[in-house]
């Protein structure tokens, strides 16, 4: 029903800066919660944050006031911006699309293939 495909990730120095983008298809964007997962090797796969169908930002206390989610509906694309990077930051991170589903009375994930981000001097 929605393809994700994510974008952006990369090799950065502590401190620095770096934007993801993950663009949906196959699906009516506006009504989906889009939201960001990261897992490091050997780790669970955790929340980063969210952003819903009007608009409404949240993200986790680890990277509060360094990380921030927007969304352009018109280009169906989501963003992640991460900003004063840390070695701990460093992931895979994953785009997730979710919507409840009426039919089945449940929620409806769909997930992308996620991008490597390296946080390292």
């Known amino acids: 029903q929605v393809q994700l495909v994510e974008s952006g990730g990369g090799l950065v120095q502590p401190g620095g800066s770096l934007r993801l983008s993950c663009a949906a298809s196959?699906?009516?964007?506006?009504?989906?919660?889009m939201g960001w997962y990261r897992q490091a090797p050997g780790k669970q796969r955790e929340l980063v944050g969210s952003i819903n169908s009007i608009g409404s930002i949240n993200v986790v206390d680890s990277v509060k006031g360094r990380f921030t989610i927007s969304r352009d509906n018109a280009k169906k694309t989501t963003y992640l911006q991460m900003n004063s990077l840390k070695p701990e930051d460093t992931a895979v991170y994953i785009c997730?699309?979710?919507?409840?589903?009426?039919?089945?009375?449940?929620?409806?994930?769909?997930w992308g293939q996620g991008t490597q981000v390296t946080v390292s001097s």
């Open positions: 196959g699906s009516i964007f506006s009504l989906y919660t």
């Open positions: 997730n699309a979710r919507r409840y589903d009426s039919i089945r009375s449940r929620m409806n994930d769909s």
